[in-house]
Protein backbone atom coordinates (compact mmCIF):
# COMPACT_ATOMS: atom_id res chain seq x y z
CA UNK A 1 0.00 0.00 0.00
CA UNK A 2 1.21 3.69 -1.17
CA UNK A 3 0.39 6.91 1.09
CA UNK A 4 -0.74 9.29 -0.79
CA UNK A 5 -1.96 13.36 -0.57
CA UNK A 6 -4.25 15.47 -2.34
CA UNK A 7 -5.52 18.37 -1.98
CA UNK A 8 -7.38 21.61 -3.85
CA UNK A 9 -9.49 24.71 -3.81
CA UNK A 10 -12.84 24.80 -2.27
CA UNK A 11 -15.49 27.02 -0.10
CA UNK A 12 -12.49 29.68 -0.02
CA UNK A 13 -10.40 27.13 1.70
CA UNK A 14 -8.72 23.78 0.73
CA UNK A 15 -10.29 20.26 0.97
CA UNK A 16 -6.85 17.52 1.71
CA UNK A 17 -7.39 13.85 1.25
CA UNK A 18 -4.58 11.43 2.89
CA UNK A 19 -5.19 8.05 2.04
CA UNK A 20 -3.41 4.08 1.98
CA UNK A 21 -4.11 2.56 -1.62
CA UNK A 22 -2.31 0.17 -3.97
CA UNK A 23 0.81 1.23 -6.00
CA UNK A 24 -0.14 2.47 -9.34
CA UNK A 25 -3.46 3.88 -8.26
CA UNK A 26 -5.06 6.82 -10.46
CA UNK A 27 -4.80 9.84 -8.40
CA UNK A 28 -5.78 11.60 -11.42
CA UNK A 29 -8.87 10.34 -11.54
CA UNK A 30 -9.35 10.36 -7.53
CA UNK A 31 -8.43 13.87 -7.20
CA UNK A 32 -11.25 14.61 -10.32
CA UNK A 33 -13.79 13.02 -8.15
CA UNK A 34 -12.64 14.60 -4.66
CA UNK A 35 -13.40 18.27 -6.68
CA UNK A 36 -16.34 17.23 -8.09
CA UNK A 37 -17.90 16.06 -4.71
CA UNK A 38 -17.12 19.27 -2.93
CA UNK A 39 -17.90 21.85 -6.04
CA UNK A 40 -21.09 20.61 -6.43
CA UNK A 41 -21.76 20.99 -2.28
CA UNK A 42 -20.25 24.45 -2.82
CA UNK A 43 -22.68 25.35 -6.20
CA UNK A 44 -25.67 24.10 -4.04
CA UNK A 45 -25.01 25.60 -0.59
CA UNK A 46 -22.74 28.62 -0.96
CA UNK A 47 -24.43 32.16 0.03
CA UNK A 48 -21.55 33.77 -2.02
CA UNK A 49 -22.63 32.72 -5.33
CA UNK A 50 -26.15 34.06 -6.39
CA UNK A 51 -26.45 30.88 -9.02
CA UNK A 52 -26.22 28.85 -6.05
CA UNK A 53 -28.88 26.61 -5.24
CA UNK A 54 -29.41 28.45 -1.77
CA UNK A 55 -29.45 31.80 -3.13
CA UNK A 56 -32.08 30.39 -5.23
CA UNK A 57 -34.78 29.44 -1.78
CA UNK A 58 -33.38 32.60 -0.28
CA UNK A 59 -35.04 34.82 -3.51
CA UNK A 60 -38.01 32.66 -4.13
CA UNK A 61 -41.44 33.77 -3.01
CA UNK A 62 -43.15 32.65 0.18
CA UNK A 63 -45.54 30.27 0.01
CA UNK A 64 -43.97 28.38 -2.76
CA UNK A 65 -42.40 25.04 -3.26
CA UNK A 66 -39.17 24.99 -4.82
CA UNK A 67 -37.30 21.29 -5.65
CA UNK A 68 -34.04 21.36 -4.77
CA UNK A 69 -30.69 18.76 -5.38
CA UNK A 70 -30.22 15.59 -3.28
CA UNK A 71 -27.94 17.01 -1.46
CA UNK A 72 -29.60 20.15 -0.41
CA UNK A 73 -32.45 18.41 0.62
CA UNK A 74 -29.87 16.67 2.72
CA UNK A 75 -28.19 19.11 4.52
CA UNK A 76 -31.23 21.05 4.77
CA UNK A 77 -33.33 17.81 6.48
CA UNK A 78 -30.38 18.08 9.13
CA UNK A 79 -30.32 21.68 9.80
CA UNK A 80 -34.10 21.43 10.62
CA UNK A 81 -33.06 18.43 13.21
CA UNK A 82 -30.34 19.73 14.77
CA UNK A 83 -31.99 23.10 15.24
CA UNK A 84 -35.30 21.52 17.31
CA UNK A 85 -32.67 19.01 19.26
CA UNK A 86 -30.03 21.95 20.18
CA UNK A 87 -33.39 24.04 21.05
CA UNK A 88 -33.02 26.86 18.37
CA UNK A 89 -29.15 26.92 18.69
CA UNK A 90 -28.39 25.67 15.53
CA UNK A 91 -30.51 27.81 13.00
CA UNK A 92 -30.38 28.50 8.85
CA UNK A 93 -32.04 31.51 9.33
CA UNK A 94 -29.76 33.90 10.18
CA UNK A 95 -28.31 34.75 6.76
CA UNK A 96 -29.32 38.41 7.40
CA UNK A 97 -28.24 38.48 10.97
CA UNK A 98 -24.23 37.30 9.51
CA UNK A 99 -24.55 39.90 6.86
CA UNK A 100 -25.67 42.48 9.35
CA UNK A 101 -22.53 41.92 11.49
CA UNK A 102 -20.27 42.27 8.92
CA UNK A 103 -19.87 38.44 7.80
CA UNK A 104 -21.87 37.95 4.93
CA UNK A 105 -21.47 38.29 0.97
CA UNK A 106 -22.66 41.90 1.19
CA UNK A 107 -19.08 44.36 0.89
CA UNK A 108 -18.24 46.90 3.38
CA UNK A 109 -16.08 49.44 3.38
CA UNK A 110 -14.95 48.95 6.79
CA UNK A 111 -15.88 46.87 9.61
CA UNK A 112 -17.50 49.98 11.58
CA UNK A 113 -20.53 50.31 9.66
CA UNK A 114 -21.54 46.69 11.06
CA UNK A 115 -24.42 47.70 13.32
CA UNK A 116 -26.69 45.34 15.23
CA UNK A 117 -30.19 44.74 13.55
CA UNK A 118 -33.56 46.20 14.58
CA UNK A 119 -34.42 44.50 18.12
CA UNK A 120 -37.57 42.45 16.55
CA UNK A 121 -37.85 38.68 17.94
CA UNK A 122 -35.72 36.34 15.76
CA UNK A 123 -37.74 32.97 14.22
CA UNK A 124 -36.26 30.20 14.12
CA UNK A 125 -35.71 28.30 10.35
CA UNK A 126 -37.72 25.09 12.22
CA UNK A 127 -40.57 27.76 12.00
CA UNK A 128 -40.68 29.22 8.64
CA UNK A 129 -39.90 26.43 6.29
CA UNK A 130 -41.74 23.25 5.43
CA UNK A 131 -39.69 20.60 4.04
CA UNK A 132 -41.17 17.83 2.07
CA UNK A 133 -38.46 14.97 1.99
CA UNK A 134 -39.98 12.63 -0.12
CA UNK A 135 -40.35 14.71 -2.95
CA UNK A 136 -37.22 16.95 -2.09
CA UNK A 137 -38.78 20.02 -2.30
CA UNK A 138 -39.24 23.29 0.65
CA UNK A 139 -41.41 26.41 1.48
CA UNK A 140 -40.80 29.63 3.43
CA UNK A 141 -43.31 30.86 5.29
CA UNK A 142 -42.07 34.21 4.96
CA UNK A 143 -39.23 35.97 3.57
CA UNK A 144 -35.87 34.86 5.15
CA UNK A 145 -32.59 34.29 4.21
CA UNK A 146 -31.13 31.14 4.75
CA UNK A 147 -27.16 30.35 5.77
CA UNK A 148 -25.49 26.76 6.09
CA UNK A 149 -22.46 28.27 6.64
CA UNK A 150 -22.69 26.12 10.47
CA UNK A 151 -22.59 22.24 8.30
CA UNK A 152 -21.59 22.92 4.68
CA UNK A 153 -18.13 22.22 5.05
CA UNK A 154 -18.73 18.90 7.41
CA UNK A 155 -21.21 17.52 4.77
CA UNK A 156 -18.16 18.29 2.12
CA UNK A 157 -15.82 16.48 4.32
CA UNK A 158 -18.64 13.61 4.23
CA UNK A 159 -18.82 13.59 0.31
CA UNK A 160 -15.08 13.44 0.15
CA UNK A 161 -15.36 10.34 2.55
CA UNK A 162 -17.58 9.14 0.29
CA UNK A 163 -16.17 9.40 -2.88
CA UNK A 164 -12.62 7.31 -1.69
CA UNK A 165 -14.97 4.46 0.11
CA UNK A 166 -16.66 4.38 -3.66
CA UNK A 167 -13.33 3.41 -4.80
CA UNK A 168 -12.82 0.82 -2.46
CA UNK A 169 -10.73 2.78 0.20
CA UNK A 170 -11.03 1.98 3.37
CA UNK A 171 -7.33 4.22 5.10
CA UNK A 172 -8.09 7.81 5.07
CA UNK A 173 -8.80 10.88 6.39
CA UNK A 174 -10.28 14.06 5.12
CA UNK A 175 -11.03 17.23 5.44
CA UNK A 176 -11.90 21.09 4.68
CA UNK A 177 -10.31 24.00 6.91
CA UNK A 178 -10.80 22.13 10.69
CA UNK A 179 -13.23 19.89 9.83
CA UNK A 180 -12.28 16.10 9.45
CA UNK A 181 -13.36 13.05 8.94
CA UNK A 182 -11.16 9.29 9.37
CA UNK A 183 -11.64 5.62 7.91
CA UNK A 184 -10.28 2.49 9.36
CA UNK A 185 -6.27 3.20 9.97
CA UNK A 186 -3.27 3.70 8.72
CA UNK A 187 -0.87 0.79 7.70
CA UNK A 188 0.87 -0.18 11.11
CA UNK A 189 -2.31 -0.11 12.85
CA UNK A 190 -1.62 3.78 14.51
CA UNK A 191 -4.52 5.66 14.01
CA UNK A 192 -5.08 9.53 12.36
CA UNK A 193 -3.92 12.09 13.69
CA UNK A 194 -5.67 15.59 14.20
CA UNK A 195 -4.76 18.80 15.81
CA UNK A 196 -6.37 20.86 18.04
CA UNK A 197 -5.79 24.27 17.80
CA UNK A 198 -5.59 26.59 21.11
CA UNK A 199 -7.42 29.43 20.64
CA UNK A 200 -5.81 32.04 20.19
CA UNK A 201 -6.68 34.92 18.22
CA UNK A 202 -4.76 36.33 15.21
CA UNK A 203 -2.07 32.82 15.16
CA UNK A 204 -2.32 29.40 14.89
CA UNK A 205 -0.75 26.81 17.65
CA UNK A 206 -1.36 23.28 18.41
CA UNK A 207 -3.01 22.40 21.83
CA UNK A 208 -2.92 18.98 21.21
CA UNK A 209 -3.73 16.04 19.11
CA UNK A 210 -7.18 13.62 18.42
CA UNK A 211 -6.35 10.40 17.45
CA UNK A 212 -9.25 9.42 15.56
CA UNK A 213 -10.64 6.07 13.76
CA UNK A 214 -14.00 5.43 11.93
CA UNK A 215 -15.22 9.43 13.28
CA UNK A 216 -15.52 12.72 12.30
CA UNK A 217 -14.51 15.56 13.92
CA UNK A 218 -15.60 19.54 13.75
CA UNK A 219 -14.27 22.56 16.00
CA UNK A 220 -16.42 25.59 16.35
CA UNK A 221 -14.17 29.04 17.71
CA UNK A 222 -14.18 32.14 18.41
CA UNK A 223 -10.86 33.08 17.74
CA UNK A 224 -9.82 32.31 13.16
CA UNK A 225 -13.18 34.40 12.25
CA UNK A 226 -13.83 37.73 13.97
CA UNK A 227 -14.06 41.56 13.58
CA UNK A 228 -13.07 43.99 15.87
CA UNK A 229 -14.73 47.62 16.78
CA UNK A 230 -13.91 50.14 19.13
CA UNK A 231 -11.38 47.26 20.81
CA UNK A 232 -14.05 44.82 21.17
CA UNK A 233 -13.38 41.45 19.31
CA UNK A 234 -16.87 40.07 17.98
CA UNK A 235 -16.96 36.10 17.15
CA UNK A 236 -18.51 35.24 13.64
CA UNK A 237 -21.01 32.70 15.07
CA UNK A 238 -24.24 34.11 15.66
CA UNK A 239 -26.44 33.34 18.40
CA UNK A 240 -29.91 33.49 17.20
CA UNK A 241 -31.94 34.56 20.40
CA UNK A 242 -29.98 37.16 20.92
CA UNK A 243 -29.66 38.68 17.19
CA UNK A 244 -25.51 39.12 17.88
CA UNK A 245 -22.47 37.48 17.87
CA UNK A 246 -21.90 34.40 20.45
CA UNK A 247 -20.72 36.25 24.01
CA UNK A 248 -19.71 33.57 25.94
CA UNK A 249 -16.87 32.06 28.30
CA UNK A 250 -16.48 29.03 25.45
CA UNK A 251 -13.58 30.09 23.26
CA UNK A 252 -14.23 26.58 21.12
CA UNK A 253 -16.10 23.42 20.95
CA UNK A 254 -14.87 20.40 19.24
CA UNK A 255 -17.52 17.56 18.63
CA UNK A 256 -16.92 14.41 17.17
CA UNK A 257 -20.05 12.51 15.58
CA UNK A 258 -20.01 9.38 12.94
CA UNK A 259 -21.03 12.37 10.13
CA UNK A 260 -19.05 15.40 9.46
CA UNK A 261 -22.06 17.30 8.95
CA UNK A 262 -23.37 16.62 12.24
CA UNK A 263 -20.30 17.07 13.96
CA UNK A 264 -20.24 20.79 12.27
CA UNK A 265 -23.80 21.34 13.21
CA UNK A 266 -23.34 20.37 16.73
CA UNK A 267 -20.17 22.28 17.43
CA UNK A 268 -21.82 25.22 16.14
CA UNK A 269 -24.59 24.53 18.32
CA UNK A 270 -22.95 24.00 21.54
CA UNK A 271 -20.72 26.98 21.07
CA UNK A 272 -23.97 29.07 20.61
CA UNK A 273 -25.40 27.50 24.15
CA UNK A 274 -22.36 28.42 26.14
CA UNK A 275 -20.97 26.80 29.43
CA UNK A 276 -23.64 25.72 30.97
CA UNK A 277 -26.48 24.97 28.46
CA UNK A 278 -24.46 23.41 26.23
CA UNK A 279 -22.56 21.45 28.80
CA UNK A 280 -25.47 19.97 30.22
CA UNK A 281 -26.99 18.73 26.45
CA UNK A 282 -24.02 17.40 25.11
CA UNK A 283 -24.09 15.15 28.58
CA UNK A 284 -28.01 14.66 27.88
CA UNK A 285 -27.47 13.13 24.75
CA UNK A 286 -24.65 11.31 25.42
CA UNK A 287 -22.12 12.90 22.59
CA UNK A 288 -18.53 13.17 22.88
CA UNK A 289 -17.51 16.52 22.99
CA UNK A 290 -14.45 19.30 24.21
CA UNK A 291 -15.50 22.38 25.25
CA UNK A 292 -12.57 24.84 25.27
CA UNK A 293 -13.16 28.24 28.04
CA UNK A 294 -11.96 31.08 29.19
CA UNK A 295 -10.96 32.14 32.26
CA UNK A 296 -9.12 35.34 32.28
CA UNK A 297 -5.86 34.70 30.72
CA UNK A 298 -5.80 30.82 31.47
CA UNK A 299 -7.55 28.38 29.83
CA UNK A 300 -9.95 25.73 30.97
CA UNK A 301 -11.15 22.70 29.11
CA UNK A 302 -13.53 19.71 29.75
CA UNK A 303 -14.19 16.73 28.20
CA UNK A 304 -17.65 15.35 27.69
CA UNK A 305 -17.35 11.55 27.42
CA UNK A 306 -20.53 9.79 25.05
CA UNK A 307 -20.61 5.76 24.38
CA UNK A 308 -22.46 5.77 21.41
CA UNK A 309 -19.62 5.06 19.11
CA UNK A 310 -17.81 2.83 21.74
CA UNK A 311 -17.86 -0.18 19.35
CA UNK A 312 -16.71 2.05 16.03
CA UNK A 313 -14.08 4.01 17.27
CA UNK A 314 -10.83 4.76 19.21
CA UNK A 315 -10.80 8.68 20.58
CA UNK A 316 -7.52 10.37 22.82
CA UNK A 317 -6.61 13.32 23.30
CA UNK A 318 -2.78 14.09 24.07
CA UNK A 319 -1.87 17.20 25.54
CA UNK A 320 1.05 19.24 23.05
CA UNK A 321 2.97 20.69 25.71
CA UNK A 322 2.86 20.24 29.94
CA UNK A 323 1.53 23.52 30.01
CA UNK A 324 -1.66 22.22 28.36
CA UNK A 325 -1.58 19.16 30.61
CA UNK A 326 -4.80 19.67 32.86
CA UNK A 327 -6.59 17.65 34.47
CA UNK A 328 -10.10 18.33 31.83
CA UNK A 329 -7.63 17.63 29.14
CA UNK A 330 -6.68 13.90 28.71
CA UNK A 331 -6.94 10.37 27.36
CA UNK A 332 -10.44 9.44 26.67
CA UNK A 333 -12.72 6.21 25.39
CA UNK A 334 -16.36 6.79 24.46
CA UNK A 335 -18.16 5.29 27.31
CA UNK A 336 -16.34 7.15 29.70
CA UNK A 337 -17.40 10.18 32.11
CA UNK A 338 -14.06 12.36 31.72
CA UNK A 339 -14.67 15.85 32.99
CA UNK A 340 -18.06 15.32 34.41
Known sequence: MQRFSLNGKTMGTRYTALFYAPCGSDTAAIDASLFSAVDRVDRQMSSWNPA?????????????????????????????????????????????????????????????????????????????????????????HAPVTLDLSGIAKGYGVDRLARCLDDRGIDAYLVGID??????????????????????????????????????????????????????????HTIDPARRQPVSNRVAAVTVLAPTCMLADAWATALMVLGEGEGIALARERIMDALFVLRDGDRIQEVLVGGDQLASRACVSVRAASPALSRPGLHSVRPGSRAGK
Open 52 to 140: SDLCRINAAPCNTWIDVPEELAQVLDACLKVGQQSKGAFDIAVGDLVDAWGFGPSPRASVTQVAAPSGRAHTPATAMLDMDRSTRRIRK
Open 178 to 235: GEMRARGSKPDGTPWAVAIEKPTFGKREVAGVMELRDMAIATSGDYRRWIEIDGRRYS
